[in-house]
């Protein structure tokens, strides 16, 4: 059909007939919405092109990594890294994609914030939470309300409340891959966070209004199946979601360059369409990374055929969150309460032994790049704020070197690390709303829970990284070690075993000692012991990194990781 007229900006919707059925309905590969992503919107080709932006695949994608287990994945919302006032963003750049790279920005103490701050850290993937459409509420003065944004409308469609003119169908599209480029540019991937698992809206949604029930899993009696628990499951091993789950993964990449993908409740889909999409991927470049939620659903697939982590096995150069070696490490939210990890004395020595080697006893891997180390992430408490409630009567300093611990050993286990954004200088989501600031069980369940609260708690405060300097000066030497040398990312077991030995790790006395040795020989201490751990004789030893006592009585603190070289 041709229509004899410029529609460039135009909306439109489709309407769709059956024998006894008409919707009226959005197009399901729309690149660009309405403002509320109710109608499609016609994008020329010309209002997509940003100046300096350019697709690279291959080894012209040269922040690409060789060796994904020296990734060190940074998790992000847009909204959170620049709302807050303190962030020094331009405030009608506040919450968008142009706001998430403002070069120049700076705290009321004069220290980088933002896209600076990110980029001086070391890490070398950003994990941007959800960036398409999404489902949107608005407050009383018609403003997009705050939402993670796994609430997923038009999967093609960058959101439109983080673009700096809503109105402009093509703006989210320039600005996202203006964006892009900025972390290209300073040797950063950027992956997208997706969310194939569900729709938000059943009925509403463009692939119900065009081929009702054909999308989604179905029970016997007709209703939908809802292994995810927020809505209808998709069927991905039905020809045609498959069909545009990758047609919409290549156009990610083939026009934002996007570098990788993190699969949200990856366990809902199958194991055929999750390999069917490495291989694709693989086709434009192997260097892509795909990791997601490896969870076991409770979906209508049979076990084998679930893309979960005990079946790992069956899905080659495609990572799993490793949630065992989190609650090790950390501890967990649990049913009825909290539970204590190894930096709150917690004696899981030996689970933390199995990580230091790349947790092929812990899942059924393939690989050390199919484990995803982590202790935080958007979901349940940030590390911060776990700790607050395990340990009530913890002064701060005694929380941070908790923290710097926490983190730090995640680091320096093998398998590919991720973080979350604030992370290392104590990012909090305890905002009270009692008398005098004093924190609610409301406000506790908020923290545990944000995906919805208002940006006074999610949005990062960067005044924190003035207080903090030690603890990120720590956590960027880590990083260093973890995306610089061999020994901390082997990218098979059989390396693994050949060059790294842990010597220590008795349950219950907060101690673990390992070494790695190849070209270089290290040996890690990480004590939460309690006291300080003292070492007969470190003269062969060269402190790197960590608090640790390196003249006679030698020691390393409580609450540290450190990391020595060996003097041969």
């Known amino acids: 059909m041709e229509v004899p007229e410029d529609l460039a900006g135009k909306a439109y919707q489709y309407h769709v007939h059956f024998e006894n059925q008409h919707f009226l309905t959005r197009d399901p590969y729309t690149i660009a919405t309405s403002p509320d992503g109710k109608r499609s919107a016609i994008v020329a080709e010309q209002d997509k092109t940003v100046a300096g932006f350019k697709v690279c695949q291959g080894k012209e994608a040269t922040w690409r990594l060789d060796n994904p287990n020296q990734a060190v994945i940074y998790e992000m919302h847009i909204r959170d890294i620049s709302k807050s006032p303190s962030s020094g963003v331009a405030e009608h750049l506040r919450g968008t994609f142009l706001g998430a790279c403002q070069s120049g920005t700076r705290n009321s103490q004069g220290d980088q914030t933002t896209f600076d701050y990110i980029r001086n850290l070391g890490i070398n993937v950003v994990q941007l939470q959800p960036v398409s459409d999404r489902h949107k509420d608005y407050d009383q003065n018609g403003q997009v309300t705050y939402n993670w944004g796994y609430d997923p409308q038009n999967y093609n469609a960058p959101e439109t409340s983080f673009s700096s003119n809503p109105d402009d169908p093509g703006q989210a599209i320039r600005d996202l891959k203006t964006m892009i480029q900025a972390y290209h540019d300073a040797g950063i991937s950027v992956t997208l966070d997706v969310v194939y698992n569900h729709i938000y809206s059943t009925f509403d949604s463009a692939f119900q209004s065009t081929v009702p029930d054909y999308y989604y899993r179905m029970n016997p009696n007709g209703s939908f199946q809802n292994g995810t628990g927020v809505g209808s499951e998709t069927a991905s091993e039905h020809e045609m979601f498959r069909k545009f789950m990758i047609d919409s993964l290549r156009y990610w990449v083939e026009e934002f360059n996007v570098d ?45 055929d679930k893309a979960k982590k005990d079946n790992a096995y069956q899905l080659p ?13 950390k501890g967990a939210e649990v049913y009825g309460g909290l539970k204590a990890g190894y930096v709150s004395g917690q004696a899981t020595e030996d689970i933390i032994a199995k990580a230091i080697l790349g947790s092929s006893e812990l899942g059924s891997y393939l690989t050390p790049s199919q484990v995803l180390n982590y202790v935080e992430a958007h979901d349940n408490f940030n590390l911060h704020d776990l700790l607050v409630d395990l340990h009530p009567d913890d002064d701060e300093l005694t929380r941070t070197k908790r923290i710097e611990l926490a983190t730090a050993m995640n680091l320096l286990m093998q398998g590919m690390a991720f973080m979350e954004l604030g992370q290392e200088f104590s990012r909090t989501k305890l905002v009270g709303t009692g008398e005098e600031g004093q924190v609610l069980p409301s406000d506790r369940d908020r923290a545990m829970n944000s995906y919805n609260a208002p940006d006074a708690v999610n949005q990062v405060n960067w005044e924190l990284i003035s207080q903090h300097q030690e603890s990120i000066d720590y956590i960027k030497q880590i990083i260093h070690l973890k995306t610089s040398q061999k020994e901390f990312s082997y990218q098979t077991y059989e390396e693994i075993y050949k060059h790294v030995f842990v010597r220590e790790a008795f349950a219950g006395s907060g101690i673990v000692i390992f070494e790695i040795k190849d070209e270089k020989h290290y040996e890690i201490i990480f004590n939460a012991s309690g006291l300080p751990y003292y070492l007969e004789n470190a003269d062969h030893l060269r402190l790197l990194v960590g608090n640790s006592r390196h003249k006679r009585p030698f020691y390393v603190e409580n609450l540290t990781a450190s990391v020595f070289e060996v003097i041969k």
């Open 260 to 304: 990788g993908f993190r699969f949200d409740l990856m366990g809902i889909h199958d194991v055929t369409t999750m390999n069917i999409i490495r291989e694709e991927m693989d086709k434009i470049d192997p260097q892509i990374l795909l990791y997601g939620e490896g969870w076991d659903m409770g979906t209508g697939l049979m076990p084998e």
């Open 317 to 329: 150069r495609i990572g799993f969150f490793n949630d065992t070696q989190r609650d090790a490490i």
